[in-house]
């Protein structure tokens, strides 16, 4: 009777809902991992960073990996790759100790091309002399004697021709000069290195214009420091200490090289001192025998000053030849 639908079943409208509920299960609470699927899978993977979870009242891991700084990066080395200055001091028995060793054990090696470089040096010189000398203008002496007495008088001049041909022969011995000091070096420091070395190491130039410019920016400072005053020059002198063997180790500039031994000397300014001093007592008894020994001394003492930059640089030298 009527047209009315018949009255829902009770407990609600529509059928219940199968055993278990609608589709999968309700997702856990905020904060939790969901529970592994039927199958026994293994768990998640531990978070980003390598680290399990930390058992209850242990301590977390740092952030970042073991053994690293933070952000993963290896320490950065210093500039140009080299350790700055500083880290190591000089000990003067072990440095002469290598250099004599060193030495002793490439005696031919070193002493051929010292007495090579020598006689052109000595060469040119005499040349220069000889040259300006003869072309000097003639000189003019007189004797006077009188009563009671005689005088004595000679003078002489050099002459327009004989100051230039000075000039330029002292520019060819510095060319000359600074050329020998950069293939000397560049040979000390192969030694340094443990690097074989023979004879034609030693002529092998390096870097030899920043070499010449640094040795005449030097010269001149060291000469107007002089002219002043002796101690200027000194301290010239000894803060530059370095310049080459930088120069030609790093293939520096010559300003850059300069400023690289100034900066070593204030680092270490007793070391240095003590370096350069012990350095022109090797030299100077070595030409207090007859010249020959600066064979033996000059070599020595290059060696001790090499030995003595790669210390103060924190570098490393080649063990003692057994």
Same mark, same amino acid.
């Given at each position: 009777?009527?047209? !009315?639908?018949p009255?829902p ?8 809902p ?13 904060g ?17 960073g ?18 690293q ?12 790759? !080299? ?15 290598w ?14 091309p ?16 000889f040259? /300006?000398?003869?072309?000097?203008p003639? /000189?003019e002496s007189?004797?006077?004697? !009188? ?16 100051? +230039?041909?000075? &000039?330029?022969?002292? &520019? ?25 070395? %023979? ?23 060291? *000469?107007?420091?002089?002219? &002043? ?5 000194l ?13 030609? %180790?790093?293939g520096? *500039?010559?300003?850059?090289? +300069?400023?690289?031994?100034?900066d ?41 000053l ?17």
């Amino acid at each position: 009777q009527g047209n !009315y639908p018949p009255p829902p079943p009770q407990g609600g409208y529509g059928a219940p809902p199968p055993q278990g509920g609608y589709g999968a299960p309700p997702p856990p609470p905020h904060g939790n991992y969901p529970p592994p699927p039927q199958g026994n899978y293994p768990p998640p993977p531990p978070p980003q960073g390598g680290y399990a979870p930390p058992p209850p009242g242990s301590y977390p891991p740092p952030q970042g990996d073991w053994g690293q700084p933070q952000g993963g990066y290896p320490p950065q080395a210093g500039y140009g790759g !080299y350790p700055p200055a500083g880290n190591s001091g000089v000990d003067i028995g072990e440095t002469f100790g290598w250099a004599w060793n060193k030495f002793s054990k490439n005696a031919v090696v070193l002493i051929v091309p010292t007495l090579v470089y020598g006689l052109v040096l000595g060469a040119l010189y005499g040349i220069i002399t000889f040259a /300006s000398g003869a072309l000097a203008p003639t /000189s003019e002496s007189s004797y006077d004697s !009188y009563d009671g007495g005689a005088s004595y008088s000679f003078s002489a001049g050099l002459g327009v021709a004989s100051i +230039i041909t000075m &000039l330029l022969g002292y &520019l060819v011995l510095f060319v000359v000069g600074g050329a020998i000091s950069s293939a000397y070096y560049g040979g000390l420091l192969d030694i340094a290195n443990g690097t074989p070395v %023979e004879i034609g190491s030693f002529f092998k130039p390096r870097n030899v214009g920043s070499v010449l410019i640094a040795s005449l920016l030097v010269g001149i400072a060291s *000469s107007i420091g002089s002219f &002043l005053c002796v101690i200027p020059g000194l301290i010239v002198t000894i803060f530059t200490l370095f310049t080459t063997v930088s120069i030609v %180790e790093r293939g520096l *500039s010559p300003i850059d090289g +300069i400023k690289a031994s100034i900066d070593i000397v204030k680092a270490n300014f007793v070391p240095a001192l003590l370096t350069w001093l012990i350095t022109l007592v090797i030299v100077g008894v070595g030409a207090l025998l007859c010249g020959i020994g600066l064979l033996v001394a000059a070599p020595v003492a290059a060696l001790f000053l090499v030995h003595a930059y790669r210390k103060l640089t924190g570098g490393q030298v080649a063990p003692l030849t057994p």
